[in-house]
C-alpha cells in the first residue's frame, strides 16, 4: 500500500512523504502487516507546487502539518531510491495499493520517470490495485485512526480496510461455494 503527501494534485506533483505497507492478508489476524517505510523528502524542485495545495496544509491539523517535518528529510531521489529497495525486499511487486487509481501511484511514477529515466517506477502496468474500487464493491470504508493526512498512518489504515475487504471477499466466495454444491438426493 503507497500513499503520498504532496504539495499539488498535479501527476507531476512535488512530494513530501511517502508511506508504505507490505502486507499479506492469508496471514492470521493481527500479523498481516509484513513491513512499514516512511520517508519526508525536500520538496523535488522538479515537481509542481501549486498554491491551493498549499493553502490547504495550512488548514490541516498541526498534526499533520507536524508529520511532514522530519528531523533530516532526504532528497526525493534517495526517497525513491529507498522505496524501489523497500518493494523489491517485500515481495510487492505483485501487487502495488494504491486510494484511487490516479493519484499517488502517478505521481510517484512520474517521478520515478523523472529521477530514473532509463528505469521508471518499480512496476509495470499489470501490478497497480485500486481501493477505492475495491471498498466500493464491497461496502468496506476506510477507518481512520491516528493522524489524517500523515502518509504512514493512511497507509495502514488503507491497509487494514483492504484486509478486511479481501477476507470478507474470500468468505464470500466460500458461502457461494458451499450454495453450488450439488446435493444428492435419495
Known sequence: MVDLETISTASNA?????????????LPDGKEIVATAKWNTIPDKAGEITY?????????????????KAPK???LITALENFRLFVTTNGLITKIW??????????????????????????????PKDTRTLFELMGISVEKTGIQHDALQDALNQTYAVIKAEKAFA????????????????
Open 171 to 186: 468468505l464470500m466466495l466460500a458461502a457461494s461455494a458451499v450454495a453450488n454444491t450439488p446435493t444428492t438426493g435419495n
Open 52 to 68: 491551493g495545495t498549499f493553502m490547504w496544509w495550512l488548514d490541516q491539523s498541526k498534526e499533520a502539518q507536524d508529520s511532514l
Open 98 to 127: 494504491s486510494h484511487g487509481s490516479d493519484f499517488d501511484l502517478v505521481i510517484l511514477a512520474n517521478a520515478f520517470k523523472r529521477l530514473f529515466p532509463d528505469d521508471g517506477p518499480p512496476w509495470t502496468y499489470k501490478e
Open 73 to 75: 528529510p532526504i532528497p
Open 14 to 26: 512535488s512530494i513530501v512523504s511517502i508511506g508504505v505497507v507490505a502486507f499479506d492478508s492469508t
